[in-house]
């Protein structure tokens, strides 16, 4: 692939963008996606890209100095595992929650999915969401889950960009996302005028809002919060700007009066 | 590097109104921190709590212990504490590379692994922020797409189609309190089963492969083939998603299987490749690593 067809792109480039002028903001946010991409690509990719020597330096790596210096610790992980959190997070490769809170093996049961979203309870569809649930609360007995957003997420650009109207152009991605619609609707709503960037970015917290709703609609979850046993937090990491925001979610039923 | 000098937490309340059992429950979020490096002094609110004796007249017997309100100021500290110091270590000495990824990721891996605590593959793999692109449920099951929409496969659609991941990892461990609840389980409690045990039935065949070959062997060490056994229906279920199937006949797609072994910290590889027939598939480059 050589200097040539790179030329030639950037010379395509140029002539499109004298003949079309107003495109010229489009291709600046393309280049610098570009950039980025590339940039993100490690030097030692200037040979091919070799997954098994990757996790193995990285095992080799996580032997050496966290399990062989911390006898004690995973000798008592493997009989069992007791966390205090169960975390939902994104899939997105940015947001590890072991690497942007810090969580260590044992601290957090935690789920990955597109867009951190919690269905509502069903017994059928989509019941590994529940399964995760109810064994953090009934079998690990976690005191806190926590449902943690983030910016610039492709599934909830995706759930703001897709009619949604029941002609999927995806398998499953739309069916998945339409959890959180009540989030999109709210959103443009409040804020139709503004840009999409900005909807987006009021709609993954709106998300946060929705999944920590349908949480309540697992009976189990219901009775830890209003046991006081369980609670719920949302949170938001905001990588664009190196932040994070942190809620919690009050639930309970007052006493009851006779009128 | 923007300081938020003298920045202000801002606190976020809102009100959803929720319908449930014909009643309506009002959630209302209280108070919210916005972590900034450069405050200098932590700025601490207490959630607010809606002072609901003057509002309904109630007796303050009446109301519910403060419980709610230790753990949310715990909570916020630690949780302040641990973003911290991922900040300090992490985030700001590599300040170029997050600013990129803020822009754009393009994970070459997408790794499938158990929601267990002990088993976070950034964490026992090494992935860094940009590395892999991480689905995670009980037991790191990969239902066959005939069985219709799970969380997992709308990711793995993601993934493969618009990321274009490279490789895909199903990571499975020794230990798996899912596995262990599908060889627990009795066929017979089919209507009175929890949604654990509906779930991690999805690996059913697995089970009954483990208990064919392994019965005579202990409860252990039958969860223990389970587990392996489990992996490998994970990863040929991955090939029952046609626009899986065809990037991996292409080569654009490489599966690999991994077991983790917590007890003495031992890591079991291998890969999955085309037969020469190009019809079906098989284990290959089979390792273990301790």
Redesign the interface.
Known sequence: MGNESYEDAIESLKKLLIEKDELKDLAVAKVKKITAELQTVSSSDSKTFDPVERIKEGFVTFKKEKYETNPALYGELAKGQSPKYMVFACSDSRVCPSHILNFHPGDAFMVRNIANMVPPFDKVKYAGVGAAIEYAVLHLKVENIVVIGHSACGGIKGLMSFALDGNNSTDFIEDWVKICLPAKTKVLAESESSKFEDQCGRCEREAVNVSLANLLTYPFVREGVAKGTLALKGGYYDFVNGAFELWGLQYGISPVHSI | M?LALGGRARR?V?G?L?H?NGCL?K???????????GEAKAIRLL?R?TN?VQE?G?REE?M??N??LE??YD??GE??Q??L???RQ???PEI???Q??????????MVIGC??????P?????????????????AN?VTP?QNG???????????V??LLV??I?VMGHS?C??IAALMNHQSHQEQHS???E???MNGKAAKLRTQLASSHLSFDEQCRNCEKESIKDSVMNLITYP?IRDRVKRGEV?I?G?YYN??D?S?E?W?LSLDKNENGFHIT?REI?S
């Open positions: 923007a976020l809102y959803t929720v449930q429950h959630l209302q979020q209280t108070g919210s921190d916005r972590f900034q490096l959630p709590r609901m309904l109630m009446f519910q212990p419980r709610e753990t949310n909570f916020l949780m302040r641990r973003f110091r991922f900040k992490k985030y700001l170029e590379k997050f990129a990824l803020a822009i754009a990721q393009s994970p070459k891996v929601a267990d605590s002990r088993v976070c950034s964490y026992v793999l090494g992935f860094q922020p940009g590395e892999a692109f991480t689905i995670r449920n009980v099951l797409v929409p799970t969380e997992t496969n709308s990711a793995l659609e993601f993934a189609t618009t490279e490789n990892i230990n309190g899912g929890s949604l654990v509906r779930w991690v626009w490489k690999h991994c917590l007890s910290c890591l590889k890969r480059d690593w």
